[in-house]
């Protein structure tokens, strides 16, 4: 993996993991029950500055670069995964304030206690109006929405009740920014995995937006003075990889939970100790074999396109390609990894009073989203085959 000059980028990030740990773990089953992160973990993660980790310079916030956040963001997954993901979500949204005018990013990323939550489908409805739009729409899987300031999302410009459309019949869209207050929180996160996510939907009922918490969701072509660096030249694709740090990281804490747990344990009816037994072994070593493999592949994407947008250049396709593809396969591999831990951990993987069921169910659950799902395997093999793709994202 990359060596990270970590005087440079995000200093001391990863040194904090360790004061805010105590205060994961005890709360961590709460969120599970209660199906959404503690007050208290969100606000100790806010107090110490994580949710600055990717908040421009200019902001109050840390701008570091990307292999530095993906170690923080898999260090916070390993100890409790929905505060991994709720993380990492609100940092890869500040990416987003580049396309916003600058009096608007401003408001929405500059305030020190800044929390973003979003989501980007169902796309709502957008009415024109004097000095913004109305909003209406209804949006799932908004990660975090109980703890954030404001909420992202999109909506489709809507005139005399058709959409507003491009010349190649594409509809107009906005990202639209707006204040947690104004909407509301459906509670409906009810899911096997990630349950202390608190993903629940949020309703916008003609709720008013002021244009300049609007931008066109259009190919980032003059980032906004706060997002200059090169951060910001990945446009959304950092955000996008950091996803699947959630799933190594929580493949990272099953194999070092399995591995205390072969050293105690005897398996039913057997005297040889489970750390002795061959089979175990090996599903041990195919765990590490294949989350190690794809974290360098990640790694390795990341610092490869960080070494280019350093230059100056902003991230070219292949280097987009690049950087799904790894991203996909680290929740694969990750997958595969707790599968074989699940497997090697017989009963004790079921129990409830052991992390291993949740493992299971969690990393399952992340590998059904969208943007690392295994149907994007296809759209890198368009890519690749140099066929039509599907995957829109590709022109952000």
Known sequence: ?????????????????????????????????????????????????????????????????????????????????????????????????????????????????????????????????????????????????????????????????????????????????????KATIVENWNTLGMRGTGSHDVIMNDVFVPERHTTLLVPLDKPGRAYRGPLYRFTSWAAIAALSTVATGIARAAIDDFIELARAKSPAYTARPLKDRGIVQAQLARAEAALESARAYLYQSAHDTWNMVEKGPTIDMPHKMRMQLAATNAVTAATEAVDLIQAAAGTTGIREEHRFERHFRDVHTISQHGFISASRFESVGQLLLDVPVEWPFYGL
């Open 1 to 181: 993996m990359p060596t990270v000059d970590r005087s440079t980028s995000g200093t001391g990030l990863l040194d904090v993991v360790p004061a805010v740990e105590p205060v994961i773990r005890k709360y961590s089953a709460d969120a599970e029950h209660d199906r959404r992160l503690s007050e208290v973990v969100a606000h100790a993660m806010r107090d110490h500055g994580l949710y600055r980790t990717w908040r421009p310079k200019a902001f109050g916030g840390h701008e570091a670069d990307p292999m530095t956040a993906f170690q923080l963001f898999e260090e916070v997954s390993r100890i409790d995964s929905a505060a991994g993901w709720n993380l990492q979500l609100s940092c890869g949204a500040d990416a987003f304030g580049a396309w916003f005018p600058d009096d608007g990013a401003q408001e929405i990323f500059g305030a020190a206690d800044a929390i973003i939550a979003g989501a980007f489908f169902p796309s709502r409805r957008a009415i024109p109006v004097d000095g913004g739009y109305r909003v209406t729409g209804r949006t799932p899987f908004v990660s975090g929405v109980h703890h954030c300031t404001w909420f992202i999302g999109l909506a489709n410009i809507v005139e005399h009740d058709a959409l507003r459309l491009w010349d190649n019949g594409a509809p107009v869209t906005l990202i639209t920014a707006c204040p947690i207050g």
